[in-house]
């Protein structure tokens, strides 16, 4: 049965008259599975509920910050807490020493860490931290992994760069890329070779340390033991990306679950707990060199901002409290086993990925570990998968190339009807 969106219909085609595609992000945009965006009213919990006023589980959690589920009460406390002393001082505040403070102590490679506005601002900064500490240029990102629309690493980024078929971006003077060298993940000898022939010029690597951006994809340990050895012999920067992971994976991210300190990380979406907040940080050694301590300028008006440290810090606090991992872990595994259950039951080619709460199936008959792999996958069975399920009142990540997300919110009835639901799309979809 096709769920009715006439409100949202009509909405879009408002929206697209003012803003660009009518969304304020592409990867909202619905390009890489046709149609229009559903426009939402609201989210509670698990649910996301459009305008028309269809009820949807909710698998994308806002791109990831809604680890606990929209609207977590002790979430929403806090921010009105805030609110009531008002919005932006543009000067110090006790709720970004303690925010600070919540992430050095869940991620113990991070001694220093600054906060910024957005996973974008994280990344970019944390690129030319680490150029300016070494004084080196070269930074070495893979192909598939989405950093952020930063002009230096908008280089077969993934996500919807990918997604839209733009995964270098014009509108780039040579200039701004002429000094990232991009690899395939996974690829140890590609990064050998790198280092073999430019390791003195090299001043980091950036990497999603368990991928979502092209899908989910895993590093192996050979690619895991291969960047620390690397960096440590040439003197780059390992700087892992875990806007998406970091407090996903586990309290402390990717580099707890795999047991390694990168120099620097980047951090985002939950610890805004769904307001905007980036953060880099890592070694002291290395953050003292960023302005106003050392000389490596980065700034932002609206940094630190008090209702987004309030919302970031109530968030961990209750991910600290409750300890969700290990349940969205098993419900996360059982979803993926039902999912696959399903696909080979329909004859369909498949490839399942997940680590903690985050998964992807891919539409693909060869296991998915780098860019060419994942971009085999047949997307056009993913369109027809991703609208079956919303008919379902399922609500997927638009595109073969995100990570799917489960919450805490999710309850064991919502796993079920979202494998029943796949059962009977992916039985009719060919
Ligand atoms: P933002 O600037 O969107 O806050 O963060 C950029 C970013 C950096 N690093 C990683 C690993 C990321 O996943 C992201 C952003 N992720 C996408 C979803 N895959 C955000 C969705 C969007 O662009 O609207």
Redesign the pocket.
Known sequence: MSIQRPHSHAEFLHASRLIPGGVN????AFGGVGGEPLIMDRGEGAYLYDIDGNKLIDYIGS??PHILGHQHPAVKDAIRAALDKGTSFGAPTRAETSLAAAVIDAVPSMEMVRMVN??????MSAIRVARGFTGRNVIIKFAG?????VDALLVKAG??ATTLGVPSSPGIPPGCTADTLVLDYNDVAGLEEAFHRRGSEIAGIIL?PVV??MGVVIPEPAFRQALQDLCKKHGALLIF?E??TGFRLAYGGAQELFGIKPDLT?L??IIGGGLPV?AYGGRADVMHVVSPLGPVYQAGTLSGNPLAMASGLATLQELKRSNPYPRLASETKRLCDGLADAARSAGLPHQIAGVGSMFTLFFADQPVRDYPTASKSDTARFSRYFWGMIDEGVYLPCSQF??NFVSAAHTPADIDATIAAARRVLAKIG
């Open positions: 992000s592409p990867a909202r791109w990831g957005s996973g974008t601002e994280a990344t992994c989405y950093h952020g629309h996500s919807a999603e979502g951006n990306d806007v998406m980047t985002g979406k980036g995100e990570a």
